[in-house]
């Protein structure tokens, strides 16, 4: 069976949605399609630091890292650059459109990440992510309005 043919399958589940938790019908929260599973594979790679994954050393993103550094006129582009760097080498059907540096109104200091995406599966739906990468926390919205904070 395709991938796309799993997308229009509503009794195929495609991965594990995360943050871990139960849901009404599994024992764990699924996914029901790849772009969902995008979602969740690219929150979790951007907010895995290197060195932080048992068996996988390598696997993760300096972004929280670089959050802690001093903001000026580089840091977006250092960010852009760290987040197209991890993205081509763990999630290389993942082509990142846009990456936008936001703050918080009334709190200059507090950084987010704006990741708008799309997959070689589907490449003309473009969803977005916007993580709080200076507190590990993630807001993430998707096109179907799912939001919900890690």
């Not at 009404?24 to 979602?39: H, P």
């Not at 990741?115 to 739906?125: A, D, G, H, R």
Request: a negative charge; one cysteine or more; glycine letters at 6%.
């Amino acid at each position: 069976m395709s991938a796309r043919e799993n997308d229009l399958n509503p009794n195929t589940y495609i991965g594990l949605s995360f943050p871990l938790r139960r849901d009404i019908n599994n024992d764990f929260a699924l996914t029901k399609n790849s772009l969902q599973q995008s979602r969740h594979n690219l929150r979790n790679l951007l907010l895995t630091q290197v060195g932080e994954r048992v068996g996988q050393p390598e696997f993760g993103s300096r972004l929280r890292e670089l959050c802690f550094e001093q903001q000026n006129d580089e840091l977006p582009i250092r960010l852009e650059e760290e987040v197209r760097r991890a993205t081509g080498v763990w999630l290389p059907y993942i082509n990142i459109q846009e990456v936008n540096t936001l703050t918080e109104e009334g709190d200059k200091n507090k950084i987010f990440v704006e990741v708008k995406f799309s997959t070689t599966l589907n490449p003309q739906t473009m969803e977005s992510i916007t993580l709080d990468a200076s507190y590990g926390a993630a807001l993430v919205v998707g096109s179907d309005g799912l939001q919900y904070r890690r």
